[in-house]
């Protein structure tokens, strides 16, 4: 049979119709339709499509337990901010929602309330504290906490050769819904740019970094989970996030105090310390669905 054009692309999407999944079926459909639309909108060359290819295997090869390049390129093409989007239809008054980024692991260290999670990584210390509430402002006790965050220096400790994890930790919050660490301030720092994600900012004249931020994950039982950051006010990068993560509703003030000054949790630091206090508002299923 010789298909060109239309009847190329109609074939393609008639041999997915005996799919006994209506939604896969639904998305390879789409999926082929707009594929084909992009290569005749563009005229794609056969050099550009092994050019691509190769840019797709090498993405993949250089991927692994601990750097997800292919989570990389969604993030920069703008895939994750749009899918979050349509996942997350934040109801009034819930936090929003953010990219997940590619340095999440599982099985990270419990710490308790009021716990330090930097583990010696560099930077000045932050006292990180809020509550979880709901949206009616009412807090909600043993609610799950996981943060994770990069170093002074830039680095999450997955991109480091380290004995333990660094600046990651879950912990539980309190019957008023608190939840408080101390970690070091978040600083802004490159997206991993030595590999085809990099190759492919550098080709359209695009910077690679993120501004200041701390990721967190929380999770209760009724309630939808959060996936959101909080960013540092004043950060030169919020307006050209490599990932486009940015909301404003989600930028807080790090404060600084200078040493020998009593912090919000009854402490007195030696060195110069920052705090951020943000609320974490989560959605109930119920409303999140709506």
């Known amino acids: 049979m010789d298909l060109q054009g239309d009847d190329l692309t109609a074939a393609v999407v008639a041999s997915f119709g005996d799919s006994p999944s209506d939604r896969y079926r639904e998305v390879m459909s789409a999926l082929v339709r707009h594929l084909h639309a992009f290569a005749r909108e563009v005229d794609l060359t056969e050099d550009e499509y092994f050019t691509a290819i190769d840019f797709l295997t090498r993405t993949g090869q250089i991927s692994t337990g601990t750097r997800q390049e292919f989570v990389l390129l969604a993030d920069v093409l703008g895939l994750s901010m749009l899918t979050v989007g349509l996942g997350n239809r934040t109801p009034p008054g819930a936090t929003q929602s953010t990219v997940f980024g590619p340095f999440f692991v599982e099985g990270s260290p419990e710490v308790q309330l009021g716990g330090d999670i930097s583990n010696g990584a560099p930077g000045q210390p932050c006292l990180v504290s809020g509550r979880v509430l709901?949206?009616?402002?009412?807090?909600?006790?043993?609610?799950?906490?996981?943060?994770?965050?990069?170093?002074?220096?830039?680095?999450?400790?997955?991109?480091?050769?380290?004995?333990?994890?660094?600046?990651?930790?879950?912990?539980?919050?309190?019957?008023?819904?608190?939840?408080?660490?101390?970690?070091?301030?978040?600083?802004?720092?490159?997206?991993?740019?030595?590999?085809?994600?990099?190759?492919?900012?550098?080709?359209?004249?695009?910077?690679p970094m993120r501004p200041a931020h701390i990721h967190f994950m929380v999770t209760a039982p009724g309630y939808s989970r959060l996936i959101?950051?909080?960013?540092?006010?004043?950060?030169?990068?919020?307006?050209?996030?490599?990932?486009?993560?940015?909301?404003?509703?989600?930028?807080?003030?790090?404060?600084?105090?200078?040493?020998?000054?009593?912090?919000?949790?009854?402490?007195?630091?030696?060195q110069p310390y920052y705090t951020v206090d943000y609320d974490l508002v989560l959605a109930t299923t119920e409303e999140a669905q709506q």
């Open 134 to 207: 709901n949206t009616k402002g009412e807090p909600i006790p043993q609610a799950l906490v996981e943060t994770w965050q990069a170093d002074e220096d830039g680095f999450y400790d997955v991109q480091k050769e380290l004995d333990g994890p660094q600046n990651r930790a879950h912990l539980t919050t309190d019957a008023d819904g608190n939840y408080r660490f101390w970690a070091v301030r978040p600083v802004a720092y490159p997206i991993p740019d030595d590999g085809p994600v990099g190759e492919l900012l550098r080709a359209g004249g695009r910077g």
């Open 228 to 270: 959101t950051h909080v960013f540092a006010a004043g950060d030169e990068y919020l307006d050209t996030d490599a990932v486009f993560g940015v909301k404003h509703s989600l930028i807080a003030d790090f404060a600084e105090h200078p040493a020998g000054t009593e912090a919000p949790d009854g402490s007195t630091p030696e």
